[in-house]
């Protein structure tokens, strides 16, 4: 059994694993080939809350569409926004074009971690991981499958917050000066293919013996986390406007929750227990059911009411065709799925 104390061999064996192992990932360049900094932030940006399977398509589409940094500094927010419509924490894309604006106008990413964490919606995970992959930085970059990692590693069993300082700076100690940008990446894929939450495969881990939970044999019981207190809910009614075919959709305010994006009319969403269903026009309003979407903190239960309309309803809006609609974001998709029957497109 090797002692934590050896820990000094963990960077040569896992960038040796890494070597043989690394994921193939649309965003990323072959081992040995330099990093575009511009497609590092927009990975970095997209995977924060969001798995890679759900990430990928949202990335290519990106790049496809603005290959360069200066080419989405130069979008529209609307765009931006509408390409954004199901990746979900709609933050994200604001700050994603507030930031490619303020490096477009810089004439380029800054080269080090703290000049990254200057930047609009960039924090310490994200400006160390943009450093070290995209710079070479010596930096650590520790998000959630880092944390299990070394969670295991280390068989931490105090209070959690502590115990993530306590790997943090473990990491950080570990991390080499040659190939800092591959041994982040390395632990990233460790975590994610082989040091999973639930079964993880020790049996293959390049770190087995060095591993003090594996040596208590219950891997999975960490990390030893607070249990998640359980989210509020709040109600709220969603009101699909219906004419030949499409649907009214409207623009929510720029500030606050989903600020910016598409959306069906809706009431304010409370806590406690549902509004009363008050319809922005009077209509033949039909109840078609509910929805339930989960956000960051709080699970929404949305009543959908639909009504056919010969005329404009009151307001700004748009008629739109929901088979082609691809700008809205989940929680409406979902709402509007239910009133035409699934017909909604989504990427």
């Known amino acids: 059994m090797t002692r934590r ?7 040569a ?10 994921r193939v990932l649309p965003w990323r360049a072959p081992i040995g080939v330099a990093r575009d900094p511009y497609r590092v932030w927009l990975a ?4 924060q809350q969001t798995t890679v399977p759900h990430a990928a398509p949202y990335f290519q589409a990106f790049t496809q569409r603005w290959p360069r940094v200066e080419d989405l500094a130069a979008a529209p927010e609307e765009d931006v926004m509408r390409a954004w419509a199901g990746l979900g924490y709609y933050a994200r894309a604001r700050n994603l074009l507030k930031c490619a604006r303020e490096v477009a106008a810089r004439g380029g990413f800054p080269g080090t971690s703290a000049g990254l964490r200057e930047l609009p919606g960039i924090g310490p995970y994200t400006a160390g991981a943009i450093a070290a992959i995209a710079f070479g930085e010596r930096s650590a970059a520790v998000d959630g499958n880092v944390d299990r990692v070394f969670a295991r590693l280390m068989a931490l069993k105090g209070e959690w917050a502590e115990e993530k300082k306590r790997l943090a700076a473990e990491v950080a100690r570990l991390v080499p000066d ?3 940008g591959d041994f982040a990446e390395a632990l990233m894929d460790l975590g994610a293919t082989i040091c999973t939450p639930a079964a993880p495969n020790c049996m293959i881990c390049p770190l087995t013996d060095m591993c003090a939970a594996r040596a208590e044999g219950a891997p999975e019981r960490y990390p030893v986390k607070p249990p998640k207190v359980a989210k509020p809910v709040r109600y709220g009614h969603a009101w699909v406007y219906r004419r030949r075919g499409k649907v009214w959709l409207v623009r ?12 069906l009319p809706s009431a304010v969403w409370q806590e406690g227990e549902a509004p009363e269903a008050v319809p922005p026009s009077k209509a033949d309003w039909q109840a078609l059911g509910e929805v339930r979407h989960v956000f960051t903190h709080f699970t929404l239960r949305l009543s959908v ?21 691809t700008g809205l974001p989940t929680v409406f998709a979902k709402a509007l799925a239910l009133a035409t029957g699934g017909k909604v497109r989504r990427r």
């Open 5 to 11: 104390s050896d820990f000094r061999e963990l960077p």
């Open 13 to 22: 064996r896992l960038l040796a694993w890494f070597d043989r192992h690394a």
């Open 44 to 47: 970095e940006i997209m995977l």
């Open 178 to 180: 040659e190939r800092p």
């Open 252 to 263: 929510r305010p720029p500030e606050g929750l989903l600020g910016g994006m598409l959306a």
């Open 305 to 325: 009411w639909q009504a056919e309309t010969p005329r404009n309803p009151a307001g700004e809006g748009m008629w739109a065709d929901p088979e082609e609609e």
